[in-house]
């Protein structure tokens, strides 16, 4: 009995240079920049304003921005993964304010134990985004309505809840640690540590996925490719670590930042759970069709997106040393959502990454960072971001529309 023949669509061996160029190529042509303009973005911005100010890039000022994204930047992650389902979140600002004012109130108003008191909050958030998604999924309220009417409601709970108004300070404990805390108290071993780990880290994972798809039958990059990847990743990390080195060490805002991209990145990547979520947003009859519970999906996602904007609401606290009523109101969830489109989510759901979020806080921040420096109005700072939030969904409408035209 003859072998049967190979199947001519799997690629079992490593592709060459022109084929990868090839590839390129044609992921280029189909409007597939992946994170390059947000780069690109990041370093003109840098530029621009080092040439205004001449102080943009000292250690001080790359430290502070680090610090200021945690918060935003938190709520941002669950904006993306309830952009990839397809649908918006309107109430996330509310809850990161909620959020802030329950801890404030329960240690302020009630003494009970700050850890008490933050373990409550993030479970009240959980039960709003769990109501969110039960009205969405099982009612069928449009999400749009659900979390509009989401956002009025637990804004009126903030004020209920600070009672006429009262600032509660947060001077020192767990909440005032988050913002003000540097590993190790100036240590630089930490950040060095950290320069060193992630990109070990990195490699290891993609020689992991690259023998898994080997022993599958699958096309592998060649090795070659991700010791450069990780090169140039550890490049970054290093100066980043030195950065931070030349002022107050690593900040604990900014590593759990990283530890939450790097956790909700591999959830949506490497598990089947993250599988589902895209493929509820890339259409959700196909995913029903496939034994996927678009319900369960649904509500576990906007479950998470009000947890980790509780989380943010507790940084956003700690930043300003106090939860009063204004927290979580402003431009706190336009900034969330901006930061998630310019990273490179997709407001047509199916496609985004939690490092998108990262990557459009940091260009939302260097912006107003660099703004507040040279004394620019508030009314410049939202002009600009705007447009440059405004520029961002364009290139996805165009990449969207690229990417149709090409499978066709």
């Known amino acids: 009995m003859s072998a049967p023949a190979a199947d001519p669509s799997v690629r079992t061996s490593e592709p060459g240079r022109a084929h990868r160029l090839d590839g390129v190529r044609r992921r280029l042509a189909s409007g597939d920049l992946g994170p390059l303009p947000v780069v690109i973005g990041l370093a003109v911005i840098a530029v621009v304003f080092q040439c205004v100010t001449h102080h943009f890039l000292q250690a001080e000022n790359l430290t502070n921005i680090s610090r200021f994204i945690a918060g935003p930047g938190l709520i941002a992650v669950g904006v993306v993964f309830v ?11 509310s809850v990161a304010g909620a959020t802030a004012a329950i ?26 985004g769990l109501l969110h998604g039960l009205l969405f999924a099982r009612v ?8 509009l009417a989401g956002m009025l409601a637990w804004s009126g709970l903030q004020e209920y809840v600070l009672d006429s108004g009262t600032v509660n ?19 630089i071993a930490y950040a060095w540590a950290l320069a060193v780990l992630a990109p070990a880290l990195y490699l290891i994972a993609r020689l992991h996925t690259a023998r898994r798809r080997r022993a599958a039958g699958l096309a592998t990059r060649p090795v070659t490719e991700s010791v ?60 029903r069709r496939a034994g996927v519970n678009i319900t369960r999906v649904r509500v576990s996602v906007f479950l998470l997106s009000s947890l980790l904007a509780g989380l943010g609401g507790l940084f956003y606290a700690s930043q300003q040393g106090s939860a009063d009523k204004q927290l979580g109101g402003g ?20 496609r985004g990454s939690t490092w998108s979020a990262l990557l ?3 260009v939302i921040q260097s912006i107003t960072t660099g703004l507040d420096m040279v004394h620019a109005a508030q009314a410049i700072q939202y002009m600009i971001t705007g447009a440059v939030l405004l520029a961002a969904v364009v290139l996805d409408s165009l990449t969207r529309r690229t990417r149709t035209a090409t499978r066709t």
């Open 228 to 287: 450069l990847r990780t090169a140039a990743f550890a490049l970054i990390a290093l100066a980043a670590a030195w950065t931070l080195n030349q002022d107050r060490g690593l900040p604990l805002s900014l590593v759990v930042l990283l530890a939450t991209v790097v956790a909700t990145d591999f959830v949506l990547r490497r598990t089947r759970y993250g599988r589902q979520v895209f493929a509820v947003g890339g259409g959700a009859e196909a995913a």
């Open 140 to 147: 069928g309220v449009p999400a749009f309505v659900v979390t």
């Open 83 to 93: 952009l990839i389902l397809g649908e918006i979140d309107l109430s996330l600002g």
């Open 331 to 350: 431009n706190v969830l336009m900034s969330a959502i901006a930061a998630a489109v310019i990273g490179g989510t997709s407001l047509f759901g199916g």
């Open 103 to 128: 801890t404030a109130a329960l240690t302020a108003h009630r003494g009970w134990p700050e850890w008490a008191a933050i373990a409550a909050a993030l479970a009240a958030a959980c039960v709003m």
């Open 360 to 362: 459009g806080i940091l």
């Open 169 to 187: 300070n947060h001077h020192d404990g767990i909440i005032a640690g988050l913002d003000t805390t540097f590993l190790g108290d100036g240590d």
